[in-house]
């Protein structure tokens, strides 16, 4: 099968000679991709990749998928049966694995992505979760979104507006959802353009980059924006055992560099930068972007309470101390200028 996919190479995207290999011994890391080539992840993980092999001295390789080899649930086997070396995720597709590291997606955590980002790895790493959560990979880096917020066919500015519209949603919002009055489709941001267009949903829990990442302007003309996002979805950079362990030191030490909070904040930034061309696109498609009045969002943040309460629970019943988790979480957010 991987002999018919097609890659995009990094010198494609990011012309440089420091990141072409110097010796014919160069190794080469493959990278699996599921997105669209207009999402900006397509271009962020080519640039990640630059990075990599700038700090192996050209040594290393690094090629990334434009054809999917998964659907989106199936991208971390992808890197554990080592059908790819690494491969990137959303920890909410696979319900249960990941329990720590979705804490993340309580609602009003995160300002921006770039500064989530760092937060997530930074809070992750010290609280020894990767290895936990990641034992059977060897865990590159993780990062967040910018600010879900709603994007609706019409216009909501109250929870009485939102009672009843279906939304799309991906695993981590269908309790969000409910509990806002609203009625949650699950499913894969990949399906959400099909699901708009024909009607099956109403709406959609997105960050802003979204609307270019899967073409939403025409079909979510309204945007209702939240202080720190009604969640945050974490994503995580994992690849295979075996690879790993055959690399050089050199090639070790350069993902390591490239990865971790430096990884973070560079996948990070780009998020920020993919909300803003979002935005544009939205106001010049002349849709209608309004932020939550203060009074709706305390009845809102009442109402996702809950939410909080349920995951604690379910952290709880994996081994973790979800309030510690939480309270360490926010003061690591708040702790990065």
Known sequence: MSGKVKYLAVGAVVASAAFVPVSAQAETVRIANWVPSVHHMTN???????????????????????????????QYDLAVNGIR??????????????????????????????????????????????????????????WVHGPGILHTK??????????????????????????????????????????????????????????????????????????????????????????????SRNAQDALNKAGGRAGAKLIGKHW????????KIARDNGNTIEEITPAEFKKWSARTDKIVVEYLAKMKKAGHDGEALLADLKATVASIK
């Open 44 to 74: 962020t993980l080519a640039e990640w990749a630059a990075s990599a092999a700038k700090a192996s001295g050209g040594k290393l390789t690094l090629t990334v998928d434009k054809t999917a080899l998964a659907k989106p649930p199936g």
């Open 272 to 279: 920020d930068e993919g909300d803003k061309i979002g935005m």
């Open 154 to 247: 019409k216009r909501i500015a109250t929870l009485e507006d939102l009672k009843g519209v279906k939304l799309r949603v991906g695993g981590g919002g269908i309790f969000l959802a409910k509990q806002l009055g609203a009625v949650p489709v699950a499913m894969p941001a990949t399906k959400a353009h099909e699901s708009l267009l024909r009607g099956i949903t109403a709406g959609a829990f997105f960050p802003f980059e979204a609307i270019r990442g899967f073409r939403l302007e025409k079909l979510v003309t309204h945007h209702l924006l939240v202080p720190g996002g009604l969640y945050t979805v974490p994503f995580f950079l994992t690849m295979n055992k075996k690879k790993w362990a055959s690399l």
């Open 85 to 142: 070396d690494v491969a990137w995720g959303v920890p909410a597709y696979t319900p249960g694995r990941f329990v720590a590291l979705r804490l993340w997606e309580m609602p009003f955590l995160s300002p921006s992505a770039e500064l989530g980002g760092q937060a997530a790895w930074m809070w992750y790493e010290k609280n020894g979760l990767a290895a936990k959560e990641f034992a059977d990979t060897h865990l590159l880096t993780v």
